[in-house]
């Protein structure tokens, strides 16, 4: 396999997740943005936590979807994220009344 091959499937395969995403993200009340992943949720719970005058974010997600594009299952019911980077939930408005023009 060439440089070009990896390449090309590389781009094929985050093509075809973000495809995935475009399909999936309707289903999901919630984006969350961690330090290494991204994830679609209908449930977030964060604490802020302090260990050794640490402080670390404890991440628990229900019902999600991962964003990453070499795991063969991407749903997951529930998820324990531990960081010690800054995490970015943003709730999703939903757009079942969406009204096409005239």
Known sequence: M???DLENYETDMELALYREYRDVVGLFSYVVET????YLA????LQTRSAD???YFDL???????WDVYR?????????VITFKD?????????DDL???E
Do not use: I, M
């Not at 063969?72 to 324990?80: E, G, H, N, P």
């Open 2 to 4: 060439s440089a070009e």
């Open 72 to 80: 063969s299952a991407r749903f997951v019911k529930k998820v324990r």
């Open 87 to 95: 995490v970015n939930v943003e709730e999703l408005t939903k757009t």
């Open 42 to 45: 209908n449930q977030v719970d």
């Open 35 to 38: 330090e290494r992943r991204f």
């Open 53 to 55: 005058g640490e402080v």
């Open 99 to 101: 009204q096409l023009p």
């Open 60 to 66: 628990t997600l229900t019902d999600a979807w991962v």
